[in-house]
């Protein structure tokens, strides 16, 4: 399941948590796998980032500070580049957050995270991603 083929360049995931342990947690898991991860603490730090380069996969907590939401940091992530996957992490979803999930092809993955559901998601999105760019590269 790691992402370290020895030519292919690595992954950037850009992960978004209000909470800075979980963001640590999060950023060592997938160092280990292998990704090149930029971690941040607030949309505010996540849109910088976007605006710094593009990212591979996005995983951003529903809850962020200030009323903001993984949502925001997706919906300007997608401005930049419509087809980066993403995956939204909560602890609870109403029907209305899972349906907006799912109408924006938006993998949600809830608290406590079971570490193989994680990287599974992680893995699934950033290879379908890989995917469909070569797909492109060989039209």
Do not use: W
């Not at 941040?40 to 380069?53: H, T």
Request: hydrophobic fraction near 40%; charge should be negative.
């Amino acid at each position: 399941m790691k992402n370290n083929s020895k030519n292919a360049p690595k992954s950037r995931v850009l992960v978004v948590d209000d909470e800075p342990s979980v963001l640590l947690t999060y950023r060592m898991i997938l160092e280990q796998q292998g990704y090149e991860v930029t971690a941040s603490i607030s949309s505010k730090d996540a849109i910088a980032a976007l605006e710094a380069g593009p990212m591979d996969l996005l995983i951003c907590d529903l809850s962020l500070e200030q009323k903001h939401t993984g949502f925001e940091v997706i919906d300007f992530g997608r401005r930049g580049d419509p087809q980066v996957p993403a995956i939204l992490v909560t602890g609870y979803a109403s029907k209305e957050v899972m349906d907006k999930a799912e109408q924006n092809m938006i993998a949600v993955l809830f608290k406590p995270i079971d570490i193989h559901e994680f990287l599974s998601a992680i893995s699934e999105k950033v290879r379908s991603r890989h995917e469909s760019h070569q797909t492109k590269a060989h039209d």
